[in-house]
């Protein structure tokens, strides 16, 4: 501990820890902090009742799951819930991404190797590429992969049998999702951000599989600032467990949680520097708004598709930012958050913004 009481030294803040759609090499390696049957599963209530239903009535036909259509932003347990279908309905799991099927071979080596009843698993199956999408339709209502033998005039086409499978996509964008594929899955279920009782349960469940001590109330403050994202829970979870080990005490309390979350500049909405960037950006140059998306991306150095897929769902959500058909504004309640007031001089804003602490 420093003298004046803090537990940690001044380094860089992490800026991306927030970040759900950025999966780090750590999230990969506490796996076990996954689920495996949907009891385990906490939060989504309503998909877990009407998934629970389907898999039990495909199980007692003994036949494969229709497939799955899952959508919902980054973080939420999407993967997730492919893999428990998988091991729910007692089937082999295979998993890509579209971004990773560049030809049709890729899609048709894949799905040559299934198996009876296996849940194939495709994440940001928005970015498929057209002739992928095609053979996968055939794949998916007749379980037949189209093939073509031969070149030039001596071409022809042969149907190869496919074993019945379960196809689950993954999106963070429906809306780039065609009609025809959208249209061949017979499951579709949306998930919400998680609300912070939610996201309590989850943290405690991982503070036990990861033997770390975790205060209730400290636990609820994580919750508070999770962004409603399971996996941005999980890995400020880790976080404090470090910075618990280094203060000594290998105990996570509210005091531990509440200045590690102030050193990564997390404040008490859950919102870390680029959150607050774009809210900045758009109060202090373009008046609150309304601006678009692209003018607003390149203010920021953003991607339009960054912006519109991370930033701005969980801004809505927390009510700091509108979409209307103008562009983008900065709500009331961002303005106070950010020590703007709704009027008032230039450098009178600036003054409150300097001032204004993150707790």
Known sequence: MTENGAFFSDRPADPGILRADVRRTE????????????????????????????????????????????????GLGKTTIAQITAHELGADFKVTSAPALEKPKDLAGILSTLTERTVFFIDEIHRLRPAIEEMLYIAMEDF?????????????????????????????????????????????????????????????????????????????????CSRGTPRVANRLLRRMRDFSQIAGSGRITLEIVTEGLQRLGIDSLGLERYDREI???????????????????????ESVDTLEDY???????????????????????ARTHLGFPGSGSADAQTENEDQRLLF
């Not at 809210?279 to 150095?301: D, Q």
């Not at 930012?321 to 309640?333: D, N, S, Y």
């Open 27 to 74: 999230d990969f390696r506490d796996g076990g902090l996954r689920p495996e049957f949907l009891k385990d599963f906490l939060g989504q209530d309503a998909l877990k009742e009407n998934l629970s239903v389907f898999i039990a009535a495909a199980r007692a036909r003994q036949d494969s799951l229709d497939h799955l259509f899952l959508i919902g932003p980054p």
């Open 144 to 224: 037949e992969l189209d093939w073509v033998i031969g070149q030039g005039p001596a071409a022809r086409t042969v149907r190869i049998p496919l074993p019945k499978f379960t196809l689950v996509g993954a999106t963070t964008r429906a809306g780039m999702v065609s009609s025809p594929l959208i249209s061949r899955f017979g499951i579709v279920q949306r998930f919400n951000f998680y609300d912070r009782g939610a996201l309590t349960r989850i943290l405690l469940r991982s503070a036990s599989i990861l033997s770390v001590r975790l205060d209730p109330d400290a636990a609820q403050k994580l919750a508070e």
């Open 279 to 301: 809210l900045l950006s758009i109060l202090r140059n373009f008046s609150g708004g309304p601006v678009g998306a692209e003018t607003l991306a390149i203010s920021i150095g």
């Open 311 to 333: 930033y701005e769902p969980y801004l809505i959500q927390a009510g700091l930012l509108q979409r209307t058909p103008r562009g983008r504004i900065v709500t009331e309640k």
